[in-house]
């Protein structure tokens, strides 16, 4: 028996799940809410929040080309990494 979802986070495939009574365009509205939903609490990586799963792998790479010294993430106002100063 699979162990139950954290209570913080939506129902397995919840995206499908918030579109499984409707059909045809309310289908997808409903998906595209659930989705919605997910990337505003930011518990999920989706395809509107994967830039920030790039700049984690590139900021390791870059870590790791500097010998494992520290870097910085940037969110704004361009996403970006670099070398702490």
Known sequence: ???PAHPSLPPRDGANQGGQAAEGPR???AR???LTEI??????ATPANSYINELVTEAARLSI????QPVEIQ????PMVRPCT
């Not at 990337?39 to 999920?44: A, H, M, S, T, W």
């Not at 969110?75 to 361009?78: A, D, L, N, S, V």
């Open 39 to 44: 990337d505003v609490r930011g518990i999920l």
């Open 65 to 68: 080309a500097q010998n494992g």
């Open 75 to 78: 969110y704004e106002p361009r």
């Open 32 to 34: 595209q809410q659930a």
């Open 1 to 3: 028996m699979p162990a």
């Open 27 to 29: 289908a997808l509205s």
